[in-house]
């Protein structure tokens, strides 16, 4: 692995890392900071943090290869947004239907989190803000590039996606249609966003939510109550 690539200790210190790079940009106000569960929260709550800006998810889900879930094949946000990996669009089409079912069986799993991560509360309003789009690392890109569309049909005025790593391929799909993007570090090798942490342990449900309610508290309690991590 090339040295000159930036390992970041977990997905906290990555956090802290985009959060830096973004307090140099000029963000036209109001600003909100929407995590891709659920890694991509961890990294988000930090970003949000450090803009003092709210903190909401954005509900996506990858569309995996059947026989192969880690394969992603496309994904959906919501609003009935579904993006097709473009390699695979024309060994599952639209009408395809096992691509059709593998996306309604993605359908239920986003509104079981949508129940779970609102606890009860509606999403912030994405209208007319700056959204700044969050994740732990882009692969294929395509939950990424299912977030932008599902930004832009809720009204986003402006849509920053900020990653901590991402392959050249993805960086390049989410250039074309994000407004503008901070990722960190393009490696020219890239196998899985994982070898970028030297702690990459897969936040559980119970983790997501536990952020979302620390970032509804005053920032000075919710600083109290997680730890900081130093950059790498």
Same mark, same amino acid.
């Given at each position: @692995?090339?040295?000159?690539?930036?390992?970041?200790?977990?997905? $906290?210190?990555? &956090?802290?890392?985009?959060?830096?790079?973004?307090?140099?940009?000029?963000?036209?106000?109001?600003?909100?900071?929407?995590?891709?569960?659920?890694?991509?929260?961890?990294?988000?709550?930090?970003?949000?943090? @450090?803009?003092?800006?709210?903190?909401?998810?954005?509900?996506?889900?990858?569309? &995996?290869?059947?026989?192969?879930?880690?394969?992603?094949?496309?994904?959906?946000?919501?609003?009935?947004?579904?993006?097709?990996?473009?390699?695979?669009?024309?060994? /599952?089409?639209?009408? %395809?239907?096992?691509?059709? &079912?593998?996306?309604?069986?993605?359908?239920?799993?986003?509104?079981?989190?949508?129940?779970?991560?609102?606890?009860?509360?509606?999403?912030?309003?994405?209208?007319?803000?700056?959204?700044?789009?969050?994740?732990?690392?882009?692969?294929?890109?395509?939950?990424?590039?299912?977030?932008?569309?599902?930004?832009?049909?809720?009204?986003?005025?402006?849509?920053?996606?900020?990653?901590?790593?991402?392959?050249?391929?993805?960086?390049?799909?989410?250039?074309?249609?994000?407004?503008?993007?901070?990722?960190?570090?393009?490696?020219?090798?890239?196998? $899985?966003? &994982?070898?970028?942490?030297?702690? /990459?342990?897969?936040?559980?449900? $119970?983790?997501?939510?536990?952020?979302?309610?620390?970032?509804?508290?005053?920032?000075? %309690?919710?600083?109290?109550?997680?730890?900081? $991590?130093?950059?790498?």
């Amino acid at each position: @692995m090339p040295l000159h690539y930036r390992i970041f200790e977990d997905r $906290a210190a990555a &956090g802290v890392a985009l959060g830096l790079e973004l307090q140099r940009r000029p963000l036209r106000p109001p600003v909100l900071v929407l995590g891709l569960p659920r890694g991509g929260v961890a990294v988000a709550y930090e970003v949000a943090r @450090m803009l003092h800006a709210p903190l909401d998810v954005m509900l996506v889900r990858k569309i &995996g290869m059947p026989g192969q879930p880690e394969l992603a094949i496309g994904a959906i946000a919501a609003d009935g947004v579904v993006v097709h990996e473009p390699h695979m669009k024309e060994e /599952f089409p639209d009408s %395809d239907p096992t691509f059709n &079912g593998l996306v309604e069986g993605q359908r239920v799993e986003l509104e079981r989190r949508e129940r779970l991560y609102r606890a009860g509360l509606g999403p912030l309003d994405i209208e007319g803000k700056t959204v700044i789009l969050v994740d732990d690392g882009l692969a294929t890109g395509s939950t990424m590039l299912a977030a932008i569309r599902g930004a832009h049909r809720a009204g986003a005025n402006a849509i920053i996606v900020a990653a901590p790593v991402a392959s050249r391929d993805s960086a390049k799909l989410i250039r074309a249609e994000a407004d503008a993007t901070v990722i960190l570090e393009t490696p020219t090798t890239f196998l $899985a966003i &994982g070898e970028w942490y030297r702690n /990459f342990e897969q936040l559980d449900d $119970a983790e997501v939510c536990h952020l979302l309610e620390l970032s509804r508290q005053p920032l000075e %309690d919710s600083h109290a109550q997680i730890p900081r $991590a130093a950059d790498t």
